[in-house]
């Protein structure tokens, strides 16, 4: 969703994503160690970390990355349920 929405511009060229980005955030998960993923929580915040760590440190505008962090919310609130979504927002 964050690849139809945030389309390039000629001042906004580097917003190209594609599954490279997506396997980063993967990486990222499977590359922490398990004794820090305790729980369900943790999982999920720390899938949350690597979302915004791998598609919003691309964005140079602040309304972007604020899109982005909404969309993963969006998602972790359809997908892993309302209250496991509490902890993607960007205060956790």
């Given at each position: 969703?964050?690849?139809?929405?945030?389309?390039?511009?000629?001042?906004?060229?580097?917003?190209?994503?594609?599954?490279?980005?997506?396997?980063?955030?993967?990486q990222?998960?499977m590359?922490?160690?398990?004794?820090v993923i305790?729980?369900?929580e943790?999982?999920?915040?720390?899938?949350?970390?690597?979302?915004?760590?791998?598609?919003?440190?691309?964005?140079?505008?602040?309304?972007d990355?604020?899109?982005?962090?909404?969309?993963?919310?969006?998602?972790?609130?359809?997908?892993?349920?309302?209250?496991?979504?509490?902890?993607?927002?960007?205060?956790?």
């Amino acid at each position: 969703k964050v690849q139809r929405v945030l389309l390039p511009t000629p001042a906004r060229f580097h917003y190209i994503f594609n599954l490279r980005e997506l396997s980063r955030v993967f990486q990222g998960i499977m590359e922490t160690p398990q004794a820090v993923i305790s729980d369900e929580e943790r999982l999920v915040s720390l899938w949350r970390h690597e979302c915004t760590r791998v598609f919003g440190d691309k964005l140079a505008r602040e309304q972007d990355k604020s899109l982005v962090e909404k969309l993963v919310h969006d998602f972790a609130a359809e997908h892993f349920g309302e209250q496991l979504a509490t902890y993607t927002s960007p205060t956790c």
